[in-house]
C-alpha cells in the first residue's frame, strides 16, 4: 500500500465509453463498469478559445493505435453532424471518440471534437480532413498535449518498483531496528520483490516459527473483532480464504495463493513490493487490477504494533475485500482515473483512498462495519471506529461520522500516526461505488482510459503524448 501526507454545455455523442472487462469467474461474480467523462461549459466557442490562447490540446499519439484529434465548426441545422460523419465512413476513417459543445455566445453554431485512429501523412487520413475542411466551417487538427507517464500493458509495473523508503531502510524508532536477524530478513524478503518482474510466479516463503507465532497473535486477536465489526463481504470471503489459502492462525498464507484465488474472483492480483511506493505508481498499478503487497512482518517484540504496513495489514486488511466484485470494481475505477492525472488530481484520489480503502465505514444492519484495510488490521481502532458504546479501542470520546461524499473527503487532511478523528460512513460498499465512480467522472481527465483484461492493456479514447518516466 502506499502512504502520503496529502497524499449548458452538452454531449452529443460518446463513442467507445463501455468498459469490457469480463473475466471468468470461480467464486464470486464480477460486474461490467460504464464510465463517461463529463465535460465543461465555456463562455466561448471552442475554436474560438484556441484562438485567444485560452486553452491547449492535443496530433497525438495514441498507445494502442496512432490517434488524431481534430475540432470543427459546422453550421447549425438538422443534420449537420450526419453531414460530417459521413466522411469517416467514405474513407473508412474509425472514429474513436466524439463530443459537441453549443456556442454560449451569439453563434448558434456547434463545435464538434473528434478522434480518430490515423495521423495526417496517411493516404485515408489526408482523403478525410480534404473533405472536412471543404464541408466545415471552421477545422483545426489539435497540437499536442502532454501528460504524465502512466503504464500502458501490465509489464510496464516493472518500471514502477522504487520505493520511496529503499524499502530495506528501518528508522530508528523501528522495533527492529538494532536487531540483525531481523534486519538480514527484511532484506532477504526485499531481494525477492526487487527482482520480481510481471508475470512470474510469487516465490513461495517460509516463515520462521517467530513469523507466523507473531502472525497468529494478530490473527487470533482480529478473529473475535471480525466477527462484531467487519462488513458482510469480508466476513463471506474469509471462510473462502482459510479454504483455499490456507488463513489461520497458525499459518502464514502465501502470496501466490491468494493472488490466483483473487484472480478467479474478480481479476486483481497480488505483486511482491519492497516498501511504500509514490501514491502514483500506487494507484497506476489498481487500473490492472494489481495490488502491491508488501511480504515482510512486524517485529515478534511487539506483534500488535507495526509503523509500517506489513504482510498483516495486506493480507488481513486488504487481500479479502479484492475478492469482492463491488469493492474491486471500487479500486479499478481509483486506478483508472489515476493514469496520466495531474500531481493535484492524484493527491486528491489518494485522500479518498485513504478514507476508503483504508478506513471505510458503512452501515449493514443499522450499525457501522468495517471494509477498509487499516481498521481491518487494527484491534483497536475496528473497535474505535465500530463500536455504539465507549470506552473503545482505548478511547473515551466517539470519532466524527460523515456521509461518505469524496468530493468532500478528498479535500480532507489527515494524521498517519494516530486513530482517524473522522470517518466517512457509507451507505453500502456498492454505493461507496457508485459516489466514487461520480467523482472520477468529474475530473479533469485528459482522456478515458479502459482495460482490456484478456490482452492486459490500456486504451485511450484520446491521442496523447506521454513523459518521459519520472525516476
Given at each position: 500500500m502506499f502512504r502520503t501526507r496529502r497524499a449548458a454545455a452538452a454531449v452529443a455523442a460518446v463513442f467507445g465509453r463501455q468498459q469490457t472487462s469480463r473475466l471468468t469467474t470461480a467464486t464470486l461474480p464480477t460486474v461490467?463498469?460504464?464510465?463517461?467523462?463529463?465535460?465543461?461549459?465555456?463562455?466561448?466557442?471552442?475554436?474560438?478559445?484556441?484562438?485567444?490562447?485560452?486553452?491547449?490540446?492535443?496530433?497525438?499519439?495514441?498507445l494502442d493505435k496512432p490517434k488524431t484529434s481534430l475540432l470543427l465548426e459546422t453550421n447549425d441545422g438538422p443534420g449537420s453532424l450526419q453531414d460530417v460523419l459521413k466522411f469517416f465512413w467514405k474513407h473508412d476513417v474509425n472514429m474513436v471518440r466524439i463530443e459537441s459543445r453549443p456556442?454560449?455566445?451569439?453563434?448558434?453554431?456547434?463545435?464538434?471534437?473528434?478522434?480518430?485512429d490515423g495521423r495526417p501523412g496517411e493516404a485515408p487520413v489526408d482523403a478525410l480532413l480534404d473533405d472536412l475542411k471543404r464541408h466545415c466551417k471552421d477545422m483545426m487538427v489539435l497540437n499536442e498535449k502532454k501528460v504524465p507517464w502512466f503504464p500502458r500493458k501490465i509489464n510496464d509495473l516493472d518500471l514502477t518498483v522504487k520505493t520511496l523508503d529503499?524499502?530495506?531502510?528501518?528508522?530508528?524508532?523501528?522495533?527492529?531496528?538494532?536487531?540483525?536477524?531481523?534486519?538480514?530478513?527484511?532484506?532477504?524478503?526485499?531481494?525477492?520483490?526487487?527482482?520480481?518482474?510481471?508475470?512470474?510466479?510469487?516465490?513461495?516463503?517460509?516463515?520462521?516459527?517467530?513469523?507466523?507465532?507473531?502472525?497468529?497473535?494478530?490473527?487470533?486477536?482480529?478473529?473475535?473483532l471480525w466477527a462484531q465489526y467487519a462488513c458482510d463481504e469480508f466476513k463471506y470471503i474469509l471462510p473462502l480464504l482459510q479454504t483455499n489459502c490456507g488463513y489461520s492462525k497458525d499459518n502464514i498464507p502465501q502470496a501466490q495463493d491468494i493472488s490466483d484465488f483473487l484472480k478467479e474472483c474478480t481479476g486483481f492480483t497480488l505483486r511482491p513490493v519492497a516498501g511504500l511506493l509514490s501514491a502514483r505508481d500506487f494507484l497506476n498499478g489498481l487500473a490492472f487490477r494489481v495490488f502491491f503487497s508488501t511480504q515482510?512482518?512486524?517485529?515478534?517484540?511487539?506483534?500488535?504494533?507495526?509503523?509500517?504496513?506489513?504482510?498483516?495489514?495486506?493480507?488481513?486488511?486488504?487481500?479479502?475485500?479484492?475478492?469482492?466484485?463491488?469493492?474491486?470494481?471500487?479500486?479499478?475505477?481509483?486506478?483508472?482515473?489515476?493514469l496520466g492525472a495531474s500531481?493535484?488530481?492524484?493527491?486528491?484520489?489518494?485522500?479518498?483512498?485513504w478514507f476508503s480503502v483504508e478506513f471505510g465505514v458503512c452501515m449493514q444492519h443499522g450499525e457501522k462495519k468495517a471494509y477498509g484495510a487499516g481498521l481491518l488490521s487494527s484491534f483497536g481502532e475496528l473497535e474505535y471506529a465500530?463500536?455504539?458504546?465507549?470506552?473503545?479501542?482505548?478511547?473515551?470520546?466517539?470519532?466524527?461520522?460523515?456521509?461518505?461524499?469524496?468530493f468532500q473527503a478528498a479535500k480532507q487532511k489527515y494524521p498517519i500516526t494516530t486513530y482517524q478523528p473522522i470517518y466517512y460512513v457509507a451507505d453500502s460498499v456498492a454505493d461507496a461505488k457508485a459516489r466514487m465512480r461520480e467523482f472520477t467522472e468529474d475530473m479533469k481527465k485528459p482522456f478515458y482510459a479502459r482495460y482490456n483484461p484478456y490482452q492486459q492493456t490500456i486504451s485511450v479514447d484520446r491521442a496523447v503524448s506521454v513523459l518521459s518516466k519520472q525516476h
Open positions: 461490467r463498469k460504464l464510465a463517461p467523462a463529463a465535460l465543461a461549459s465555456n463562455a466561448f466557442s471552442p475554436l474560438e478559445q484556441f484562438k485567444r490562447g485560452y486553452s491547449k490540446s492535443a496530433v497525438v499519439r495514441g456556442s454560449k455566445g451569439p453563434s448558434p453554431d456547434y463545435s464538434f471534437y473528434i478522434d480518430f529503499a524499502g530495506e531502510d528501518l528508522e530508528s524508532d523501528h522495533p527492529g531496528f538494532n536487531d540483525k536477524v531481523y534486519r538480514a530478513r527484511r532484506d532477504q524478503l526485499t531481494d525477492i520483490a526487487v527482482n520480481f518482474k510481471q508475470g512470474q510466479t510469487i516465490p513461495r516463503i517460509e516463515y520462521t516459527a517467530d513469523e507466523i507465532k507473531t502472525w497468529g497473535v494478530v490473527y487470533e486477536r482480529m478473529e473475535s515482510y512482518l512486524r517485529h515478534h517484540s511487539v506483534p500488535l504494533y507495526t509503523p509500517e504496513p506489513d504482510i498483516c495489514h495486506e493480507l488481513m486488511g486488504h487481500a479479502p475485500m479484492f475478492a469482492d466484485p463491488d469493492f474491486a470494481d471500487f479500486s479499478h475505477e481509483i486506478g483508472l482515473a489515476s500531481d493535484e488530481e492524484i493527491e486528491r484520489l489518494a485522500t479518498c483512498y465500530c463500536s455504539p458504546t465507549r470506552p473503545a479501542g482505548g478511547e473515551e470520546k466517539f470519532p466524527e461520522y460523515r456521509p461518505w461524499d469524496p
